[in-house]
């Protein structure tokens, strides 16, 4: 399965899974959030922009969408 913003989703899945079964694959788990190269301000986003903007849907989904194009997910 390939994810538009974390390009080693698999290896990451195999991390979680073995973090659940109290296993370790190569090393623990982190999460890693930092700007990409070029970018210079994220725009703010939380999981609460939906809840809190209920009526402009378009809206939560396009800042949700520029957050991840603007955002390195490492870990």
Known sequence: MELLYKNDWSKTQERFNA????????????????????VKQI?????????????????????FETYCKQTYFGG
Do not use: Y
Request: hydrophobic share 40%; glycine share 4%.
């Open 43 to 63: 725009i703010n986003w939380t999981g609460w922009e939906l809840l809190h903007n209920k009526e402009n849907i378009e809206e939560v989904v396009s800042k």
């Open 19 to 38: 973090f659940w079964e109290k296993e370790l694959v190569d090393r623990p788990i982190v999460q890693v959030l930092a700007r990409k190269k070029g």
